[in-house]
């Protein structure tokens, strides 16, 4: 069967499909690559071509073991798991020769986290740049980081959070409070915000 | 080429490994909540067991009078089930933290729940005589158990201040003859002022728990109480009688 038969059904139909059709994966590996490549490149500095190669691990990695995706999951918390550990994997392997990646496509994501320090009283000013704002975000510990980064770039909610992360949802809300207060600590001692 | 092109050139090519099987996926799970009951039942089964020796009043009466309370308790405390209740409760919670949804419960509630999952459901188990089987199949089936129970034992065997415990192997009106857990054979004369629970009517190869004169030169004494073996140690197998040198 061709993957464009596969178009109109969703993933979690797709992902059940291609435990026994393989061309069924194709149409969530195009559904997803984009995103997640962004957000591997997020997490972990990677190049694209880094970035691209952790992903295609992480595709075959998630149709090897398709039939042990849960259904009551959603698949796109289920692929940016798998993402998530592969990306993190192969950092800390090769941490030490990691390349600054361009922040050009990520305006929105960075403004998103200024934006959600309103609430602890600090307000971002039209000065600042993306490229400070990922200098803080590099200093936090690699948890803060991808809880921010889950939170106000991919935006996804606390559940989902904890199902990328497999922690409950009362961790994630306060991983990403202190996550968010480390933020301004470190936003106010670099005075960008 | 994106990625979604390359996976579906490695189809066409037949290059894609195939995916692990539904029926392995299925069976693993299985095989891990299968473990899961098993790690339950046997942490509970040690709790009860555990929980029995440690309520057993013989334990903590006062036979052992002039020890603190502190050192009551540490002789009751069944360290062996302990130990397995302990070790069981940790493997349970690691099982249930790792399996597909553990994760969104917080640790606090998955320990809380273990621990008084264990507890009621030992408590139940304690109840229903189950503990006291345990103990017995336990001296009968694990030979290294009999050696885990000494030190309970050796607190309860102190002739030199009065403490005997042993085995019947005969009695009359006036006096019992006990063996104690080294083999020794006992003479425990009884009179009117010797006192013997009322519920407690000794037989042969009961395990006895003495009270009597201090003693350590004659295998004899005079019995000022008498009770049942505690928990744990009733069931100790006989010993041999000692081998005497030449």
């Known amino acids: 069967m061709h993957s464009g038969q596969y178009q109109d059904k969703n993933d979690e139909q797709l992902a059940a499909l291609a435990i026994n059709d393989p061309h069924a994966f194709v149409p969530l590996v195009r559904r997803y690559e984009a995103r997640l490549l962004a957000y591997i490149r997020r997490i972990s500095g990677f190049s694209k071509e880094d970035a691209e190669d952790v992903l295609q691990e992480a595709f075959m990695d998630a149709y090897r073991h398709i039939a042990s995706f849960d259904n009551n999951l959603k698949f796109s918390n289920w692929i940016y798991r798998i993402t998530h550990n592969r990306t993190i994997s192969i950092y800390r392997k090769k941490r030490n020769s990691l390349n600054n990646y361009s922040t050009d496509d990520e305006d929105l994501g960075f403004e998103r986290i200024l934006a959600s320090n309103e609430d602890i009283q600090l307000k971002a000013e039209n000065t600042i740049t993306k490229q400070k704002v990922k200098q803080i975000l590099d200093q936090l510990p690699p948890r803060d980081k991808e809880v921010l980064i889950l939170a106000y770039m991919e935006e996804k909610s606390y559940e989902e959070i904890g199902d990328i992360l497999r922690a409950p949802m009362g961790t994630v809300a306060t991983w990403i409070r202190r996550a968010k207060i480390k933020f301004a600590k470190l936003a106010d001692k670099e005075k960008i915000i | ?246």
């Open chain 2, 1 to 246: 080429m994106s990625i979604a092109e390359q996976f579906e050139q490695k189809i066409n090519q037949g290059d894609l490994p195939k995916p692990v099987p539904k029926f392995l996926v299925t069976a693993a799970r299985a095989a891990l909540w299968i473990f899961l009951a098993l790690v339950v039942s046997l942490g509970s089964l040690s709790a009860g067991v555990a929980a029995w020796f440690m309520t057993d009043p013989v334990a903590l009466s006062g036979a052992a009078a002039g020890a603190s309370w502190v050192d009551l308790f540490l002789q009751a405390l069944p360290m062996f089930w302990v130990v397995i209740a302990l070790l069981c409760g940790f493997l349970a919670i690691i099982i249930f933290i790792k399996s597909a949804r553990g994760y969104k419960y917080r640790r606090v509630y998955v320990v809380t729940a273990c621990l008084v999952g264990f507890l009621a459901l030992g408590a139940a188990l304690a109840s229903a005589g189950v503990s006291d089987t345990i103990d017995k199949m336990a001296y009968e089936n694990i030979p290294q158990y009999n050696g885990l129970s000494k030190p309970r034992m050796l607190h309860l065997m102190k002739p030199d201040s009065g403490f005997i415990i042993g085995r019947v192997q005969t009695m009359d009106g006036s006096r019992l003859v006990i063996r104690d857990p080294g083999g020794g054979v006992w003479e425990v004369r009884l009179d009117r002022e010797t006192n013997i629970p009322v519920h407690f009517k000794i037989q042969i190869g009961d395990c006895v728990r003495i009270l009597g004169d201090a003693s350590s030169t004659i295998f004899t004494t005079d019995a000022r109480d008498i009770k049942p073996c505690p928990r744990g140690i009733r069931h100790m197998p006989p010993q041999p009688p000692p081998v005497i040198e030449r």
